[in-house]
Each structure stands twice: as C-alpha cells, then as structure tokens.
C-alpha cells in the first residue's frame, strides 16, 4: 500500500468520524403524537371515548342503537343519554322512558328545536314551551388547571334554544341562558328523576373531550347519578329497523352481491355475435371421408373408375382365395362366382360391365360386394 491510498483512507475515515460524531451530538429523540381518522366503532359511535373512559373508572357503560331492547333493562339510578333525534322514538317507547325517568331515572337528550307538540318523548315529559327555534352559540368559561397543557379556556355550546314551562324552569336545578333568552342547557327535577337537555350534544361526545372545558361540562351533565347504576349511551336510534340498518350499514355488501349477481347472469345468459351451429353429436369421421372421396370420384366420371377398382377388389380376393377358380375368365368366371354367391351368371355378368347410370351403378356395386362376401 502506497503513500497516497493511505492519505486518501485517512481523510476518508476522517469525514465519516466527523459525521457519525455530529450526528450523535446533534440528534434528539423526540415522539410526537398525530391524530388520525377513527376506524371501527369510533368511527360511527360518537359517544365512545366517553363510554370507554367511564368504564375504566369502574363505571357500567354501554353503546345501544335499540331503545326497545334496553327499556326493560332500565332501573332507579341508571342514566340514558340519546344523541339521535328524539322525534324517532315510537310513542309506546317514549311513555316507557317518561315513566322510568319519574321513577328515578336520568336522561340526557337535545330537544333540536321541537316544541313538544308532534314528538312523543316531549309529549310525555310535558316540560318543554313553544319557543322562536333560533340558532345560538353560548361560550362557558372554565379555569384550566395550571401544568395541564390545554390552551382553550372556553367551550362553545351551538344550537337551537329551547324554552321550559314555568313551573319547570322555577325549579331548575341548572338553567343556562344565551344571548336570545332561549336555553341551552338545563337540568330539571322530573318526578323522581331528572331531565338533562342541551341544545348541542357534541359537546360531549367525539373528538371534544379533547378539551379540558368540554370534559369538565361532560361530568357536570352526567353527575346526577355518576357512580350509580348503569349508563346507556344511544348514538343512533336505527337499531329497530333492520331495514335501515341493511342499507345504511350494509350497503358495501350488497354492492358486492350485486356486482356477483350481475357476473352470474352475464355468464348465464345468451351471448351476443354471430350465430353458431349445434355441435354435431359423434361420429365416425373415417367413414365420412370414405364416403366423401367416393362421392367425388363419382362425380369425375360417372362412378365407372369405382367400378373397376370395385371389380380389381373381388378379383384380387379370389386370387387368394381361390388361385384356381382365378384362372378362368368369361363365362366360366360368372358360371363359377355364380355357384359360390347363388346369385344368376347374368346379374354377375351384369355387375362386371361398366354401369350406364346412377341406379346401374348402385346395383353393380351391391352385386360385387355380395359376390366378395362369398369369396
């Protein structure tokens, strides 16, 4: 190894030192967390993270789409929290639950603008006033705890107001004005129980319990009966109809089906294109060709070559046959094939000539074949 290569490693080793050492003293190993979109049941149950973290605390929580299956479930105590519109609730369903929450139960629900006079539940509940139906948003201001890392002091509550019957609303356990006189949340003493509407349940559902506010506000809706009973969180109000549910829900599957139904027939069905024979049904392709070649030779001369190669056929049989019974020609061939085929000397002298016709041919042809079967 010469002067110079070893110059050129040590510069080389050099660099890769210096980078290696600066890559070490200048990296920092950080985790950053990036939110992405929900899959699964997040994806489609807005009260989950809710739901999830109720349960680690040890509280009974669960995720429904049926009322009808969970009402006679519900007991003194339990909390029923619907983030669907309550106008889809039957008026068999919304008596059961008016019923339940007089006798100590909690719900949570959005009025969303009805006034009570064509939705059951409020019927039942029969709490709720005509009210204007406008649109508002109410910011409640928190103290975020220090050391926390939230930045927002605030949330925003952002939906139709609602107004309460005045016997209601002087008992109000919580009642909370925006700036047109409507309500947007309160909670109200119902016989036994109590009754939590808000105009905007997304407060306390999704991604928004991301906020230190909006958890705060989260427990202070739920707090009449936290740590008692069990909570039902109903994100939907389609489980009593399987119709919906097949084509809400299950409508990639049905594409697929579909798309298979249509591949099925395509190949079921007739074909378009030009039309094609009937296969033919077997067979026997030699005697086809047999049969094509003596047509064709009948045809070049009027079948008379056949004819001879016909007559050389049964005269080369008798050869074998028969060495000296081929010695004689004339009469006394057709007198001899005679006696061997029991036909007449004449119909065989006959069938040695050459035919006139068609129907001679035949009958020359039929003749030979016999006398050649006798041979």
Known sequence: MNRNTIVIASIVLAVVAI??????????????????????????????????????????????????QVLPLLRRGDTVVIGEDVSFIKYDEAKKLADWVRRGGHLVFSPMGHDGSDVPLLQQLNMFAASKNTYNCTKLWTNVPAGKGYDLQFMSLCGVGFKLQPSFLGSAQVAIHDRNGDLAFARVSNGEGTVSAINDLNAISSDKLRNYPEQEFAWRVLEPNMGHGHFYFFYELIGTSFWINLFLRGWPALLASLLLAIGWMLMRSQRFGPL????????????????????????????????????????????????????????????????????????????????????????????????????
């Not at 973290?53 to 009322?67: E, R």
């Not at 067979?283 to 070649?293: D, F, G, K, M, T």
Request: with cysteine.
């Open 276 to 375: 094609m024979p009937t296969p033919p049904a077997h067979r026997r392709a030699l005697l086809e060709h047999i049969q094509a070649v003596g047509e064709f030779l009948f045809r070049r001369d009027g079948g008379r070559s056949l004819h001879r190669l016909a007559c050389d056929a049964v005269i080369a049989r008798l050869r074998r046959r028969d060495p000296a019974g081929a010695m004689l020609q004339g009469t006394e061939l057709y007198d001899w094939l005679a006696q061997r085929s029991k036909l007449e000397p004449a119909r065989i002298e006959s069938a040695f000539r050459s035919p006139a016709n068609a129907a001679a041919f035949r009958v020359c042809i039929t003749t030979l074949a016999r006398i050649r079967s006798h041979l």
């Open 19 to 68: 980078c290696v050492g600066g890559f070490l003293m200048l990296f920092k190993r950080e985790s950053t967390i990036v939110s992405g979109y929900p899959t699964g049941e997040p994806a489609y149950n807005r009260f989950y993270a809710l739901e999830r973290t109720l349960a680690d605390m040890g509280q009974a929580s669960t995720g429904n789409v049926n009322l009808a």
